[in-house]
């Protein structure tokens, strides 16, 4: 599992004073950095061999401006040409966000997907954890409660 500790801005809130929706995805992406890196250690866009095919995020509770958030990301499936990212943010030890990523192995001269290779299957594997029954590997009790401010 990877962790990432982010620091909302003030520009990341809204209206509300809750950090705004569209902030999330940018985050996720942002911790999602440590497996983009297993596919291409040196970030070389010429290289690039993954595409997202799919991402959806499930909006628990509120996150607040004064207080880091921790991003937990971890491999929930790993397929032939494709695998799933499970990924939470949590603030003051709640569960506020939590999202699921489905990338793939891709040959963009090809245009086509392709095989996870077996050392990168292995790295992938080292991250491999399965949720709780909850659809978290957060502990639910610590879920329950008000928003999630420190």
Known sequence: MF???????????DGLRHVNNTVIPGWFEQARNPIYRIFNPQ????????????????????????????????????GSSSFEVSQEALQGGELCTRGKTVLVHYDFGAARPVPIPPAIRGLLSEHLAEP??????HDRDSTRGGGCTP
């Open 43 to 78: 970030f070389v866009f010429e290289e690039w061999n993954l595409i997202l095919a799919r991402y959806e995020i499930d909006f628990v509770r509120p996150l607040v401006i004064n207080g880091d958030v921790t991003v937990k990301t971890w491999i929930s499936r790993i």
């Open 3 to 13: 962790t990432e500790t982010i620091t909302p801005r003030f520009g990341d809130s």
């Open 132 to 137: 709780d029954g909850s659809g978290s590997l």
